[in-house]
């Protein structure tokens, strides 16, 4: 047994008795879950805060002058002030919320890419980006002249630095959008590194970092970076939710993304003008529970720590690295010195489709495919993999569960 | 055959006849002389597969395919190419028919007896039904061999 000594150390047990689903089983079995990169569970706090709202004092916010109204608004605009906490943000105006982190991504394409930067500058991403991180930028590319390149993915699935600088080097890049941290490889990148760099060549940096919030306090004044987008569902939070940090200056420069009620000042037939940031942003009414869900999310995920969660994680990752490589005929993809709690893997002799019915039968939930990022897999050479990633309530015994169920998979595959 | 291995849990869409044609397709050969062929592709999951025809007329002399992808589309193609070999053309856009019934949902009450002995041998495949994502797998082959019955060069999605 791999236990855990460190004084940050987080109690699994107590932690799984805060998200009800954990108890479920699956085929007769207990539900082993290890696909919380594509959206984690939720805790019960979560749960409660969203029905709550909707059971005491639901109604439309920043309209109302009703008792209802103001409630839900300082319900809803105190996740602002937890995230702003959260991220150590300068101010709670840079807090803008979206949908996830594909809007996000699609706003800095529209506002900044098209309303900031000029024709002929260029976006830089790596090979290790999420669709999404992908193809806002090709639509910014086609639409309004901004050259894409991409920073390469060395054989180990890191970022390959000296290519990175080299393609920063002509000062052409405007803005450098990349993953925090890669969610088929589970690579962290070197994101202070990544940002000196980018500024040393006046190129702004944002941080897709739908994974790394997950698994890394985010403190956007010491890494230093320009904006940093993340989506509350994979952080135990509601689906519909996102949120994009800029710093208030950028974000001041950029155009609104879409139009509608909440993001005016004051509309006439012959012009309309826009709400200061972070409302110029958010038009249309918000995703109000999703943000009062967002907020005890934060609040669930601050009392625990990141110190505990990251040391959890840590423990985790050693533990599977150890207990996957001794799997016959399993390849772990991507062999990162900064990694967090996703792997994926091949196994010889079973396709990854197969690999995950076949762990399904066994109540063991991964993922399979190509995880949104074709590129990636196309410079690894595969088709797919199969997905493990971990969440605060994964424990070392369904790490276990899954490399002895990877062991029958072979077996029965052979 | 032993179903006493250990591996019952894993075995009810995985039959021994699908791991079997899975693992040693006997119709995975490109024809060189063929007078149809099409291909089809789910992006969603990255399996591929292509189809060769021969056709005598109205029946399907020889067949032979080429597939990327999982268990299930592999045993799939090669079971779809050992029940149709020899069959008329409107013969198979029937069993097809049938076949996708039975992958969609366990069973095909409503098939025509003419076709209960090669309906039988790709029932195994039936199991994906409870597998929703997976019933593509499955049916992929056939949208490519139909394809190349209708004289086109790709499979539609569904």
């Given at each position: 047994m791999n236990m855990m000594t460190s004084p940050n150390a987080l109690d699994v047990e107590r932690i799984r008795r805060d998200f009800p689903i954990l108890s479920q089983t699956i085929r007769g079995k207990p539900l082993v879950f290890l696909d919380s990169a594509a959206s984690a569970q939720k805790p019960r706090a979560v749960i409660d805060a969203m029905v709550h709202a909707m059971e005491t004092q639901y109604a439309n916010v920043h309209r109302g002058l009703h008792w209802m109204s103001e409630r839900t608004t300082e319900a809803y605009e105190s996740t602002r002030d937890a995230v702003a906490a959260l991220m150590n943000a300068n101010d709670r105006s840079e807090i803008v919320f979206t949908r996830n982190s594909t809007e996000a991504l699609n706003l800095m394409a529209h506002s900044y890419g098209r309303g900031v930067m000029k024709r002929g500058q260029a976006v830089l991403i790596s090979g290790m980006e999420h669709h999404s991180n992908i193809v806002p930028w090709q639509l910014l590319r086609d639409s309004h002249g901004i050259e894409l390149r991409v920073a390469p993915v060395t054989d180990a699935g890191e970022l390959d630095m000296a290519a990175y600088e080299a393609l920063l080097e002509d000062g052409k890049v405007g803005l450098v959008a990349i993953t925090h941290m890669s969610n088929v490889l589970g690579t962290v990148v070197p994101a202070e590194r990544v940002v000196k760099i980018a500024h040393a060549h006046g190129a702004k940096v944002l941080f897709d970092g739908s994974q790394a919030i997950v698994h890394r306090k985010i403190d956007v004044r010491a890494l230093d970076c320009d904006f940093y987008a993340w989506t509350g569902h994979k952080l135990y939070g509601p689906t519909g939710i996102g949120v994009l940090w800029g710093r208030r200056e950028l974000l001041d420069r950029m155009p609104p993304f879409l139009g509608g009620g909440?993001?005016?000042?004051s509309v006439t037939y012959e012009q309309s003008t826009w709400a200061a940031v972070p409302h110029k942003f958010e038009a249309g009414t918000p995703p109000i529970l999703e943000g009062i869900g967002l907020k005890a999310a934060v609040d669930y995920v601050q009392s625990i720590g990141y110190d505990a969660m990251a040391a959890h994680e840590a423990s985790l990752t050693e533990h599977a690295l150890a207990r996957l490589a001794a799997v016959q005929g399993l390849r772990v993809i991507g062999q990162a010195q900064d990694r967090g709690g996703v792997f994926s893997f091949t196994l010889e002799g079973a396709h990854a489709h197969d690999v995950a019915t076949l762990l399904d039968r066994q109540g063991i939930a991964v993922r399979a495919g190509h995880h949104c990022a074709e590129p990636l897999m196309q410079r690894l050479d595969l088709d797919s993999t199969a997905r493990a990633s971990f969440g605060i309530y994964t424990t070392h015994a369904e790490v276990d569960a899954l490399a002895d169920g990877l062991t029958r998979v072979r077996e029965f595959s052979a | 055959m032993t179903q006493t291995d250990g591996f019952d849990d894993l075995r009810?869409?995985?039959q021994e006849v699908i791991l079997d044609h899975g693992r040693r397709p006997r119709h995975a050969i490109r024809l060189d002389d063929f007078t149809a062929t099409a291909k089809g592709d789910n992006p969603m999951c990255g399996d591929r597969v292509q189809v060769w025809l021969k056709l005598n007329g109205d029946v399907i002399g020889k067949i032979g395919f080429e597939a990327r992808g999982c268990a299930i589309s592999i045993a799939s193609a090669d079971l779809m190419a050992e029940t149709v070999q020899g069959r008329a053309k409107g013969d198979t856009r029937t069993l097809f028919e049938a076949f996708r019934e039975m992958a969609r949902t366990g069973s095909c009450p409503a098939c025509p007896p003419t076709l209960a002995e090669p309906i039988e041998r790709l029932a195994p495949l039936g199991g994906v039904h409870e597998y929703p994502s997976r019933v593509k797998c499955a049916t992929l082959p056939w949208h490519a061999l139909i394809a190349a019955l209708d004289g086109a060069k790709e499979a539609s999605s569904e």
């Open positions: 909440d993001m005016i000042s | 009810d869409l995985y």
